[in-house]
């Protein structure tokens, strides 16, 4: 899903004869990234977000009649958030992991609702899912996995909902635990954001190609504060932290500018019953909401966010057994 995009709209300027091609250029780049040869009255162009990055672009549509007149408008667009999600629908999906079995589950969601789902695999239970990111760069989620045994960090490849390759990241201490895979450095591929249990130490790594090529500290904070999800909540194209405290149930966010926090506040307290399990926009506006899981109940339920304020809320399902843990989304 492109957020921002409305219409890119045109004629051929002499009204002569019948559109004979569509090209859409990105950024000016001298080859079209789509072209629609006899579009007809009414066409669209599938906008694969792997094009371009979050922020500011500019789309130029070229027109060609029969004729052989070209007639060019171009229009910018601005490009908040990309959703690679696992069925190409535009709205999240999760991943969903067996702590008793060691199945891992895609559940499709239409935003609201998971309306279907199935096994990608049974691993050993060492191996926690701690993320979804699109390692490859084909706009669908992989499978980001720690070993609590050995403290392996290592990655899935998935492809149609099976894994199809898989390698080692790195060999950490368990103590180090991922908590999110945004993008840090601004090359539109995800890194590893960790924190450490016994420290609080929140830390990056940097990822290419699937290993680790730079580290930093971002901050040192009570070990109270789980991170929970790292959307962006200022709505600058950048990921910032979304965290709960473990003791007093305050659901909270840091401001990110690039690794650095530059600004914070408090968006509820509620029960502590309620985890956070991730931050996904569910009512497809643009913007995250966030996912809760009732560790009670086992229900899965939403709280709709705008800005920083939770202003609705709804159950996606009820009483879900507790050893299916929320491990991913994207
Ligand atoms: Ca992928
Ligand atoms: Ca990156
Ligand atoms: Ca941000
Ligand atoms: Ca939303």
């Not at 996995?145 to 199809?164: D, F, K, L, M, S």
């Not at 229900?299 to 709709?304: C, G, K, S, V």
Request: charged share 15%; with cysteine; aromatic share 8%.
């Amino acid at each position: 899903m492109v957020s921002g995009l409305t219409t890119i709209s045109g004629t051929d300027g002499d009204s002569r004869s019948a559109v004979a091609s569509v090209k859409l250029f990105l950024d000016g780049a001298s080859s079209a990234f789509a072209t629609i040869n006899s579009p007809g009255p009414a066409w669209s162009v599938p906008f694969n977000p792997t094009y371009c990055l979050p922020g500011s672009h500019v789309i130029t549509l070229a027109v060609t009649d029969a004729a052989g007149t070209t007639f060019q408008a171009a229009q910018t667009i601005a490009i908040r958030h990309i959703v690679c999600d696992l069925d190409g629908g535009g709205t999240y999906d999760m991943l969903a992991q067996n702590s008793a079995t060691g199945e891992i589950a895609y559940w499709l969601t239409n935003g609201y609702q998971i309306v279907t789902a199935g096994t990608i695999a049974t691993q050993s239970t060492d191996w926690k899912v701690v993320g979804s990111p699109d390692l490859n760069g084909d706009c669908h989620p992989d499978i980001l996995v720690q070993n609590a045994a050995t403290g392996e960090i290592a990655y899935w490849i998935v492809q149609n909902y099976q894994i199809v390759a898989d390698g080692t990241i790195a060999m950490e201490s368990t103590d180090w635990q991922v908590v999110g895979t945004p993008d840090l450095n601004g090359d539109g591929k995800p890194d590893i954001l960790v924190q450490s249990k016994t420290t609080g130490e929140v830390a990056y790594w940097i990822l290419q190609n699937c290993q680790i090529v730079a580290n930093g500290t971002i901050a040192f904070e009570p070990t109270s504060w789980h991170i929970v999800g790292t959307p962006d909540l200022n709505g600058d194209g950048h990921s910032d932290i979304l965290v709960q405290n473990v003791g007093t149930g305050e659901i909270a966010y840091w401001i990110l500018t690039g690794t650095t926090i530059t600004g914070d506040g408090t968006i509820a307290t509620e029960p502590l019953q309620w985890q956070v399990v991730g931050a996904p926009d569910i009512d497809g506006d643009g913007r995250p909401d966030i996912l809760v899981r009732n560790t009670q109940s086992g229900d899965i339920a939403y709280w709709l966010l705008t800005g920083t304020t939770i202003t609705g809320d709804g159950t996606i399902l009820a009483g879900e057994p507790l050893q299916w843990q929320i491990a991913g989304m994207h």
